[in-house]
């Protein structure tokens, strides 16, 4: 991915790979305050996450997204069981995965950055506090990371 401050016109492709509607319209909302242009592509499960990674059909042409958001408690398979997968493909694994879970147990961070994760943050409970690390994702991991 290389995206800087002034390319805005480069639409960024986000999958949010999360399973309760409600996570689901709150990012919608706040990605709509973005400084950059993005599409947005949600998987309700991890086997239609890995569906549409491997397909590429998703994100406008390009093969991958440009970042993950990643919930590990997920149907059909887990968001690390998710993580690993995306590891190991070689198309897939230089992907940068954001794990956002409401698990704060130490053994699911310990799983996260053992599968690579390059990011792990407890879900914010309110809009206040989830608007805050949405602000953080947009200002380094959309703006800052190549």
Same mark, same amino acid.
């Given at each position: 991915? *290389?995206? #800087?401050?002034?390319?805005? +016109?480069?639409?960024?492709?986000?999958?949010?790979?999360?399973?309760?509607?409600? /996570?689901?319209?709150?990012?919608?909302? !706040?990605?709509?305050?973005?400084?950059?242009?993005?599409?947005?592509?949600?998987? &309700? /499960?991890?086997?239609?996450?890995?569906?549409?990674?491997?397909?590429?059909?998703?994100?406008?042409?390009?093969?991958?997204? /440009?970042?993950?958001?990643?919930? !590990? #408690?997920?149907? &059909?398979? *887990?968001?690390?069981?998710?993580?690993?997968?995306? &590891? +190991?493909?070689? $198309? !897939?694994?230089?992907?940068?995965?954001?794990? %956002? *879970?409401? *698990?704060?147990?130490?053994?699911?961070?310990? $799983?996260?950055?053992?599968?690579?994760?390059?990011?792990?943050?407890? +879900?914010?409970?309110? %809009?206040?506090?989830? #608007?805050?690390?949405?602000?953080?994702?947009? +200002?380094?991991?959309?703006? &800052?990371?190549?």
């Amino acid at each position: 991915m *290389s995206v #800087s401050l002034n390319d805005t +016109k480069k639409t960024i492709e986000i999958l949010h790979v999360e399973d309760n509607a409600g /996570d689901v319209l709150l990012m919608k909302e !706040l990605l709509k305050t973005s400084n950059f242009p993005i599409h947005l592509s949600v998987a &309700r /499960d991890g086997e239609a996450a890995l569906d549409m990674l491997r397909e590429g059909t998703a994100f406008a042409g390009k093969g991958k997204p /440009d970042i993950v958001l990643l919930d !590990l #408690s997920l149907p &059909r398979l *887990s968001g690390l069981e998710v993580l690993a997968e995306i &590891r +190991k493909d070689k $198309n !897939l694994r230089e992907v940068p995965v954001l794990i %956002m *879970s409401a *698990s704060q147990k130490d053994q699911d961070l310990q $799983n996260a950055y053992q599968n690579q994760a390059n990011f792990y943050i407890v +879900k914010p409970m309110d %809009m206040d506090h989830f #608007s805050v690390v949405m602000t953080y994702i947009e +200002k380094f991991w959309l703006s &800052r990371v190549q």
